[in-house]
């Protein structure tokens, strides 16, 4: 069984602090993604990394880097967090291309105060 | 306009009851995914499918390609299926856009009363 685990569940942090989610997963997957999932809004990718120190900008990326210097691990970094990132952050990994099934770690739920 | 139109956004049900989820989508795809998420956020893939049908215990989905729309069946709904229904496509390879990256709707969410 694929597994992806995020670090945390439930986080909580206080403007301008500096916040980092990490994912691991099990399977060697090529291709791992942090996204975010906000209500009405559905799930939004922030950065994909598809091999060790390689990453691409998703849909939004402002106000977040990312760093994979491991295969099985994907870090999201908040630099100064912000009320406005307030949100559920889903990590997911998938061995190859987009007809691949994606799998997805159990999200973490950031509140910044 | 999204990209990926789910319909309904909400959906209440009574347990017994067949269930049906739309997904409408406008660009060249070369599959479309059906994920659910349970209450406390793990997602997880139901299907993956680019032509007809596929079956799994009491779920059936179904696409046409030339409609661009899928739908997603729950047969003798139960209250452990409430969940939110998640529609997803990959895009074909001549789409501009995240590389790499599925094109999502906002999900339906299902609740199933007893």
């Known amino acids: 069984d694929v597994k992806v685990t995020q670090s945390s569940r439930y986080l909580v942090k206080r403007t301008g602090e500096k916040v980092f989610l990490e994912c691991v997963q099990d399977?060697?997957?090529?291709?791992m993604f942090w996204y975010r999932q906000d209500p009405g809004l559905g799930l939004r990718l922030i950065y994909f990394?598809?091999?060790?120190?390689?990453?691409e900008k998703g849909d939004i990326p402002e106000g977040y880097s990312v760093s994979r210097e491991k295969k099985e691990r994907f870090s999201l970094i908040l630099e100064s967090a912000s009320t406005n990132q307030t949100s559920m952050y889903l990590c997911?990994?998938?061995?190859?291309?987009?007809?691949?099934?994606?799998?997805f770690g159990p999200g973490t739920r950031l509140t910044v105060l | 306009k999204n990209e990926v139109e789910q319909s309904p956004q909400n959906l209440t049900a009574q347990e017994g009851e067949f269930i049906t989820i739309n997904c409408s989508y406008s660009?060249?795809?070369?599959?479309l995914h059906w994920l659910q998420q349970h209450p406390g956020g793990g997602i997880v893939s139901l299907f993956m499918?680019?032509?007809g049908k596929k079956k799994h215990g009491r779920l059936i989905a179904t696409i046409n390609i030339q409609e661009k729309h899928s739908s997603l069946h729950i047969t003798a709904s139960h209250p452990r299926d409430s969940a939110v229904y998640i529609c997803?496509?990959?895009?074909?390879?001549?789409?501009?856009?995240?590389?790499?990256?599925?094109?999502f709707g906002k999900g339906t969410k299902l609740s199933v009363k007893p």
């Open positions: 997911a990994s998938r061995a190859g291309g987009t007809t691949d099934t994606q799998y």
């Open positions: 399977m060697d997957h090529e291709n």
């Open positions: 990394s598809y091999d060790v120190k390689m990453k």
């Open positions: 660009v060249g795809i070369s599959a």
């Open positions: 499918l680019s032509s």
């Open positions: 997803a496509v990959s895009p074909a390879m001549n789409y501009g856009g995240s590389q790499g990256n599925l094109i």
